[in-house]
Each structure stands twice: as structure tokens, then as C-alpha cells.
Antibody, heavy 121, light 108 residues
Framework: QITLKESGPTLVKPTETLTVTCTFSGFSLTTSGVGVGWIRQPPGKALEWLALIYWDDDKHYSPSLKNRLTITKDTSKKQVVLTMTNMDSVDTGTYYC?????????????WGLGTMVTVSS | SYVLTQPPSVSVAPGETASITCGGSNIGVLNVHWYQQKPGQAPVLVIYSDRDRPSGIPERFSGSNSGNTATLTISRAEAGDEADYYCHVWDRGYDHMVFGGGTKLTVL
């Protein structure tokens, strides 16, 4: 059974750097075709894709946020970490991580429950 | 960057068929995925690769994709289908993923 769980600060100040961690179980990020993505959702708004990392360390970023994002993996800890620099109030929202597999054409088939992040001074 | 356009809302009577569209330039050549999100919950994948259903998703959910429009069809709509629905693609030409703006389905 695949599960993912996001963790990180609930409150960050403007200009600070956000670090959120996805801890997963039920799969390995060393298996060919497997990936973990990050998606966020401002309150009452639509989903927005942020980043994706694959088993082979191939990384992809949202073009509009690319300069602020870094995604990394620690396969031994079964974690994927996303950092976002220079946080602003518009970055307030729920941050989700999700499992992806190229067998399913890179859809996000299993999601974590999400972690809410508020940006405020 | 690639843009996916969804109607903000769709209404359907119980037992009838609802169609939710997702428009994009030549979207027919891309693989489209659909997610259902109920209030306060994480999204759930209901259709992947245009028309495939993950295990556990009822056959009432189906998908199609051609030309500039992908469609999620929900047959015999139930009250429990009320949710926001999002389409999603990987635009490999521009190397990024995109979600549609979401459609709120009301069953009334």
C-alpha cells in the first residue's frame, strides 16, 4: 500500500525559505519509472503543479517558479524535499506530494493529505 | 505555456449524465488525466491516459480525448459525485505539467 505524508512549517514569514518534506512508504524511488511530484492549492483556488523528481534524479520544475524551487530525494530515508525561496503571501496554500509512475503516463495516482502553509509576518 | 480551460461549473440531475470538458491546443495528442476533489480532501485520480480507470473507480466514470477537447463523462450521476474535477497534462514540448482551472460539479 502506497502512502505519502507531507510535513513542514505551518507558518513562514515573507522572504523566508520554505522547506517541506514528503515521507513515503510502499514504493521505492529507485524503481525505474517512479516519481514524486509536488502540487499546491491556494485556499479556494485550483491545483498548481510545482515540481517532479524521478527515480533517476531527473527533475522538472514549473517554469513560472523554477528560479525559486529545488527538489531533492533521499532514497534511504524514503523522502522527497521541496524548498521554495523568497516566500510571499500569494504562496499561502496546501502543499501536496503525490506518487507518479510512467506506466500510468505520469499521472498522480496516490496523494498525501497535504500540509497547509501560511505566509504572514 | 500550455493552458487548459475548464468550465467553472456543471450541473446534472441525479441519474443523468454529466460531461466536463477540458480544452487545450491540440490536446488530443497529449495524455489527459482527471482528478476528483471533495471539500477538505486531497485529489483522487479517476481517469488516466485519456480513458483508463484506476482500480476502485466505478465504470460510471469514463474519458475521451480528441482534437482540442478532452471530456470526462460521469454516467448515472449520484450525490456522492459532487466535487471539483481537474484535468491534467504533461506538456513535454515545454517540459512542464499543467492543471486545468477546475470544474465544480453539482448534482441536483
Amino acid at each position: 500500500q502506497i502512502t505519502l505524508k507531507e510535513s513542514g512549517p505551518t507558518l513562514v514569514k515573507p522572504t523566508e525559505t520554505l522547506t517541506v518534506t514528503c515521507t513515503f512508504s510502499g514504493f521505492s524511488l529507485t524503481t525505474s519509472g517512479v516519481g514524486v511530484g509536488w502540487i499546491r492549492q491556494p485556499p479556494g483556488k485550483a491545483l498548481e503543479w510545482l515540481a517532479l523528481i524521478y527515480w533517476d534524479d531527473d527533475k522538472h520544475y514549473s517554469p513560472s517558479l523554477k528560479n525559486r524551487l529545488t527538489i531533492t530525494k533521499d532514497t534511504s530515508k524514503k523522502q522527497v524535499v521541496l524548498t521554495m525561496t523568497n516566500m510571499d503571501s500569494v504562496d499561502t496554500g496546501t502543499y501536496y506530494c503525490a506518487h507518479s509512475d510512467r506506466i500510468a503516463e505520469d499521472s498522480f495516482d496516490i496523494w498525501g493529505l497535504g500540509t497547509m502553509v501560511t505566509v504572514s509576518s | 505555456s500550455y493552458v487548459l480551460t475548464q468550465p467553472p461549473s456543471v450541473s446534472v440531475a441525479p441519474g443523468e449524465t454529466a460531461s466536463i470538458t477540458c480544452g487545450g491546443s491540440n490536446i488530443g495528442v497529449l495524455n489527459v488525466h482527471w482528478y476528483q476533489q471533495k471539500p477538505g480532501q486531497a485529489p483522487v485520480l479517476v481517469i488516466y491516459s485519456d480513458r483508463d480507470r484506476p482500480s476502485g473507480i466505478p465504470e460510471r466514470f469514463s474519458g475521451s480525448n480528441s482534437g482540442n477537447t478532452a471530456t470526462l463523462t460521469i454516467s448515472r450521476a449520484e450525490a456522492g459525485d459532487e466535487a471539483d474535477y481537474y484535468c491534467h497534462v504533461w506538456d513535454r514540448g515545454y517540459d512542464h505539467m499543467v492543471f486545468g482551472g477546475g470544474t465544480k460539479l453539482t448534482v441536483l
